[in-house]
């Protein structure tokens, strides 16, 4: 029995179209509540959570266009799960400590924006250091 991709693919698709569709949304409603209301910080940020809801869905659009093209079956009758590292995928560690640090770097330097320099440069250390030692980590493979 093979495996099809094509679920997959299409609740890619489908997500793609949601996000499309709330990004439209959003930069309407950002066009007629600048003209409405004559506000700038309500029309920017409206605008940019509509950009950011364009960037998922152009990015999701992308990647459901390319695992459609992608998802020939090999009909080569090899039947093994090949290396990947011979695919060229990214290794990823198992379990490791340094995204969770990095996270909490962001999130001392995103409340150092907010409460001054003295939780800024912390915060940045914290997610260089721990950024260092994600990729350390990813290095050795273990």
Known sequence: METDDVPETAGMRMQARIFLGIASFLVLASLVYGVTAGESAGTTMLLLAGGM????????SVQARSSTDAAEPDRSGGGGEADPAAQGEAYL???SVWPFAMGMGMVVTANGLALG?????????L???????????????D
């Open 53 to 60: 809801a364009l960037i998922v869905g152009g990015y999701l």
């Open 93 to 95: 560690p198992h379990a």
């Open 117 to 125: 320099g003295w939780a800024l440069v912390p915060g940045i250390l």
């Open 127 to 141: 997610t260089a250091a721990s950024t260092w030692g994600y990729a350390r980590q990813s290095r050795r493979r």
